[in-house]
């Protein structure tokens, strides 16, 4: 179905300011065992509050006319604090809406093809007075195809391979039904891409109470922070990044297109609905029982399906509501699409030279300004950071105190749709940023519970997150009672890793705007969030993401909120100011080191049998373990300081390792050896995951797995080589 007309302007843009042009202010001998940056100590939780406050206003989903109104806030904001350089970059790019006139529903027919059950199309206001605003869109997952596919309902569980496939076990088609998953451990669109490759012809979508209410009506919006019975999660359902026609090149004037035929979207329709709902479809299903691993928490016995019951057959719940024999969905499209680039375009200019040492040196700190709706927590609560991080450093620089290395302030577009925005930039300015990027510090979310932070990031970094958490106190008064004052404490003490005194540091898959720069440039990246439980958000992309959500019900004071963007500064001055960068290639041998071993154990009887050999894998990590001994032990001491070049040229080799890792022989976004997105839920890290996909398919290429292991083993000792003075260390 073609997309038709409602005009939106879309603006996949982001703010990008750089300031370095002020003159030198004497840092070029700042050591690196830094003090607390005095800077973080001014983050105000008022600005913070009145921030979020402004951005929660409408909903701001990317491309419409509320989402430019933020980036005008955040652009002003910028030009208010000093900051010398500021655009608005926009990129013409393919999104998608629901049709407001026509809410997707999802229908039940009689035999007659009556409808005799309908779900609503749109989550109820609840409380706040912006939650009745006529811009909320009806609900819906971008990018679902359109369509009205009508067939029977099979019940997949979490929607993950193994789900899939345990039916296929049970000898249960999902070919040309419709299917039912339920939110919580995986990325909605490898959902889709599962059903897709099982023969479904739609998905349907719910938040079972189980994950999502835990803890009973009591505690759901507006009273606390669980999900509603109406409460709908949005979201994308595409699997790639970047704008769908216009793959891994930028969207700018010129860039050819591919037809939208042609693009990699979802070609079955997919819904979500409230678990309300939900219930009716699972009450009214037939067939076997699920297993306990997919009954959730309301009260019916979840069934597999396909189809619902019929008198006189098993079952539970009342078909009143259903007539007989029902079946169901049916979705309209996938809405209006319009294509709209704005304003021209001014020259991106980094000034140079007048001031800070190393202007040629990036360090991003990054969050995206779009939201699925008013987006109070994702990813309002990070803009908010980023502003009062924009504002002390706009007025340490005009203070007279710029930092050593440039800072860029990005504000993404469209993140929600697929990492739009990051991805047509990386895109568009890949080489400068692959040669120039120190870090990418990211915070898509600073703060969605109370309980501690979480991090993800690059085994380069692990060093500078331990030793700037423990820079900032902790926000919680209960928890420095019990003796942890920072937030380093109590981060360690709720997630300790499993093989160090640290706490966890996660691997870096996709959760947010630092994929592209990682996973396809080998820039390294960071992500910090202030969370409850892991994975405990249940109002993630609904409508109740308000504004009343984090200033009443999870963070009164903001003091979490300040917190984070402490954390965030704090790292941000530790990689603009040290004159040394501050990673440790030593921790990434480590790493390097436990994950091999795992990968090793996992695998190993099956690479022996056929002649897989490990052995240069293992000399590799050997070898980059005495060089990173070497160059943080006796290389390190011998550096002078004074010397410039040396300083530089120490800097160079350590932004050099995590590019290393790259295989630029490869075409896809998803170059990063070491770890990637999981090809089965895209939110997670996995490990050597392009040598993993290898192995677990069904039938191996043993050549691919051979060219594989020695890519990896290649790699770790270029990384090696190159903090052992590079190219001369072989030969006679
Ligand atoms: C669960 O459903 C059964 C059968 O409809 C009903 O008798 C029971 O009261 C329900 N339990 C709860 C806690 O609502
Ligand atoms: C943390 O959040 C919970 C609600 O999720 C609240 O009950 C508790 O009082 C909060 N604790 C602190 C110290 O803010
Ligand atoms: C927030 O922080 C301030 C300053 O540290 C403190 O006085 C206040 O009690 C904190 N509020 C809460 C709710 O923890
Ligand atoms: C592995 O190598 C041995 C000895 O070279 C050879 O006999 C065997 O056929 C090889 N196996 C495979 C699967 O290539
Ligand atoms: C590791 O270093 C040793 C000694 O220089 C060398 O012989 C060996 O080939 C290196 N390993 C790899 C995988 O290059
Ligand atoms: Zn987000």
């Not at 004037?253 to 819904?271: F, K, M, N, V, W």
């Amino acid at each position: 179905m073609p997309l038709t007309g409602i005009q939106i302007v879309l603006l996949a843009d982001l703010l990008l300011l750089t300031y370095s042009c002020l003159p030198y202010s004497g840092q070029w001998n700042r050591k690196n065992d830094r003090e607390k940056s005095p800077l973080s100590d001014g983050v105000s939780s008022e600005n913070l509050r009145t921030h979020l406050r402004q951005l929660t206003r409408e909903p701001h989903v990317a491309g419409t006319e509320e989402e430019l109104d933020t980036a005008r806030y955040v652009r002003d904001k910028f030009l208010e604090y000093h900051l010398d350089s500021v655009k608005v970059v926009p990129y013409d790019v393919l999104l998608s809406y629901p049709d407001r006139e026509k809410p997707n529903k999802v229908y039940v027919l009689d035999e007659a093809g009556d409808i005799v059950f309908s779900t609503l199309g749109h989550q109820k206001p609840l409380y706040a007075p912006e939650e009745s605003s006529h811009r909320v869109f009806p609900t819906f997952n971008a990018y679902s195809a359109p369509g009205q596919p009508i067939g029977d309902l099979v019940y997949v569980g979490y929607g993950r391979r193994e789900d899939f496939e345990f039916l296929v076990a049970e000898g249960i088609s999902v070919k040309g039904s419709i299917v039912l998953a339920r939110y919580g451990k995986s990325f909605r669109a490898n959902i889709v891409k599962f059903a897709m490759e099982y023969g479904a012809i739609g998905v349907i979508f719910y938040s079972d109470p189980m994950e999502y209410a835990s803890q009973g009506e009591g505690l759901v919006y507006p009273n606390g922070k669980y999900l509603p019975d109406m409460g709908v999660q949005s979201g994308t359902v595409k699997w790639t990044d970047g704008d769908p026609t216009t793959p891994h090149r930028p969207s700018v004037p010129g860039t050819y297109r591919i037809p939208e035929s042609e693009a990699e979207l979802p070609r079955i329709p997919a819904q979500p609905i409230g678990y309300r709902e939900a219930k009716k479809l699972l009450e009214n299903l037939a067939g076997a029982e699920a297993p306990s691993r997919w009954q959730g928490a309301l009260n019916v016995t979840y069934r597999l399906g396909p189809g619902f019951v019929r008198p006189g057959i098993g079952g539970t719940g009342s078909l009143r509501d259903f007539g007989e024999p029902p079946r169901c969905m049916d979705l309209r499209g996938r809405g209006s699409v319009e294509r709209h680039g704005i304003a021209a375009r001014s020259r991106t200019a980094v000034r140079r030279g007048r001031g800070s040492l190393e202007p040629d040196r990036y360090v991003i700190l990054g969050n995206h300004r779009d939201a699925w709706i008013f987006g109070a927590v994702d990813p309002s609560s990070g803009t908010a950071s980023l502003l009062e991080a924009a504002r002390l450093y706009g007025e340490a620089a005009k203070a007279g105190n710029p930092p050593r290395r440039t800072l860029l302030f990005c504000s993404w577009g469209a993140e929600e749709y697929g990492l739009i925005g990051s991805t047509e930039w990386v895109e568009e300015y890949a080489n400068a940023l692959a040669d120039r990027t120190v870090i990418n510090l990211n915070v898509d979310i600073s703060v969605s519970g109370n309980k501690t932070l979480r991090a993800i990031g690059s085994p380069l970094s692990f060093q500078s997150l331990y030793s700037t958490t423990k820079k900032v106190g902790n926000p919680n008064p209960e928890e420095v009672k019990d003796g942890r004052p920072t937030v380093f404490d109590t981060w360690l003490h709720n997630s300790p890793s499993e093989n160090t005194d640290f706490p966890t540091v996660e691997t870096l898959g996709c959760t947010s705007d630092y994929a592209p720069f990682v996973h396809f440039l080998g820039i390294p990246s960071i992500d910090i969030t202030y969370n409850g439980e892991i994975e405990d958000y249940p109002l993630y992309h609904s409508l109740y993401e308000t504004f009343h959500l984090v200033d009443y019900l999870l963070d009164q004071s903001f003091n979490y909120t300040k917190a984070v963007t402490q954390v965030w500064m704090e790292l941000a001055d530790h990689y603009a100011n040290s004159a040394l960068l501050p990673f440790d290639v030593r921790d990434y041998s480590k790493f390097l080191r436990q994950q091999s071993q795992g990968f090793w154990k996992t695998f190993g009887n099956l690479l022996e049998k056929h002649n897989v050999s490990l052995d240069s894998w293992s000399s590799a990590i050997d070898n980059l373990t005495s060089a990173a001994e070497f160059f943080h032990g006796e290389h390190r001491e011998s550096l002078d300081l004074d010397e410039p070049y040396q300083v530089r040229r120490f800097n160079d080799e350590l932004m050099a390792v995590e590019r290393v890792f790259i295989n630029t022989m490869l075409p896809s976004g998803n170059r990063h050896m070491i770890y990637r997105p999981s090809s089965s839920n895209s939110y997670a890290g996995q490990v050597f995951g392009n040598l993993v996909d290898l192995m677990v398919a069904s039938d191996p290429d043993w050549n691919e797995v051979k060219v594989g292991v020695s890519i990896i083993a290649q790699m770790i000792q270029s990384a090696a080589n190159t903090l052992m003075g590079s190219i001369n260390v072989r030969g006679f």
